[in-house]
């Protein structure tokens, strides 16, 4: 054996060690850690092995356990009849975005995630209201929400990308701005604002939200990957690219 992989063996071993004190004197222990502290001073390089292999090991955990979480709740997830769907309908990598119109990393995602979406071609894509940042957030939600179930997908979008594009408080005078830029019945939207069917929309996506633990904005699910956080374009294209292979 190598004196690296020694290293790496007395490594684990005194990770362990606690268990198998039973079997050591405390001589043999004493004379052991000696060993291990004096290699370890002398090669550090062996510490920074260990923790890339622990971290690789953990990604993979947590990719695996993501992975049983989308499974769980795929249909859910894919295809529920309140979400706006664009892209390519029948695209055979769907690409779902949890997202919060006052995130500033959902933001910067949405020019990227929407260049992907268009330069891919066979993409569907898939939105899910999450506000988790505080009442404008809300405000916002059930706003975008009213105008898709009176106005219509199209309608939707448009004000998608108005509120990214906002630079200004979401109150009442916002609203009613937006809805006049965009030809959108306010007198409709206002009232469904606040109906049960919003409200259930929302409900149902912090609810799913909290079955995949997901904790901020933007996470997206492409296929069987999670992805938690800002992720770049070409990055994200590679993850298509990898669930294409299966």
Not at 120 to 146: C, W, Y
Request: net charge negative.
């Amino acid at each position: 054996m190598t004196m690296k992989r020694l290293a790496l063996a007395a490594l684990a071993t005194t990770i362990a060690l606690p268990a198998l004190a039973q079997d050591m004197t405390d001589a043999e222990r004493q004379v052991f850690r000696s060993e291990v502290r004096s290699y370890l001073m002398e090669h550090p390089e062996v510490l920074m092995e260990a923790i890339q292999v622990l971290d690789q090991r953990q990604q993979q955990q947590q990719a695996t356990a993501d992975g049983d979480l989308v499974t769980q709740n795929a249909d859910a997830i894919f295809h529920s009849a309140a979400d706006w769907v664009g892209g390519n309908p029948q695209g055979d990598v769907t690409v779902v975005e949890f997202m919060d119109y006052r995130c500033g990393y959902c933001r910067q995602a949405s020019a990227e995630v929407d260049s992907l979406v268009a330069k891919d071609g066979n993409i569907r894509f898939v939105l899910k209201e999450l506000p988790i940042l505080g009442e404008q957030s809300v405000l916002a939600s059930r706003f975008a929400l009213a105008v898709k179930m009176t106005a219509g997908d199209e309608a939707y979008k448009k004000v998608h990308d108005q509120f990214y594009a906002l630079r200004g408080e979401v109150n009442e005078a916002t609203l009613k701005r937006i809805a006049g830029d965009l030809k959108v019945d306010w007198a409709a939207v206002q009232p469904k604002m606040d109906s049960a069917e919003v409200s259930q929309v929302i409900a149902d996506n912090r609810a799913l939200a909290q079955a995949l633990q997901i904790q901020g904005t933007p996470t997206f699910v492409i296929d069987q990957t999670m992805l938690r956080g800002y992720v770049p374009e070409a990055s994200m294209a590679q993850v298509v690219a990898d669930e294409r292979k299966g």
